[in-house]
């Protein structure tokens, strides 16, 4: 099991930016895909973005591509997600998961962070 927790979050005006963390502890990181997902409220969670266990690969989700970038340091056991010109729509919690499988769905990640809250005000 790996744990995980998300920090960075906060409000910030539309066209501002955030740098979301994601630190791990537990199980050897550099083996897992990380990906993050977010949940605004009365609808589903949804998938922003996913980085390869040695982090050359990465996948974003078209809401969020050309303005969100997924990182990791694996030395640091910390997945980041950088976002830049926020809008009113990227409200929501943000969660970051760790699995094995490259999927977009929630359901394959095994282990969840609490989640860190990005409102955007416009």
């Known amino acids: 099991q790996v744990q995980l927790v998300e920090s960075g979050g906060g409000l910030v005006q539309a066209g501002g930016s955030l740098r979301l963390s994601c630190a791990a502890s537990?199980?050897?990181?550099?083996?897992?895909?990380v990906g993050w997902f977010r949940q605004a409220p009365g609808k589903e969670r949804e998938f922003v973005a996913a980085i390869s266990a040695g982090g050359r690969i990465t996948n974003h989700a078209d809401s969020v591509k050309g303005r969100f970038t997924i990182s990791r340091d694996n030395a640091k056991n910390t997945v980041y997600l950088q976002m830049n010109s926020l809008k009113p729509e990227d409200t929501a919690v943000y969660y970051c998961?760790?699995?094995?499988?490259?999927?977009?769905?929630?359901?394959?990640?095994?282990?969840w962070g609490q989640g860190t809250q990005v409102t955007v005000s416009s």
């Open positions: 998961a760790a699995g094995k499988v490259w999927t977009v769905g929630p359901a394959s990640y095994d282990d």
């Open positions: 537990g199980r050897t990181f550099s083996n897992y895909i």
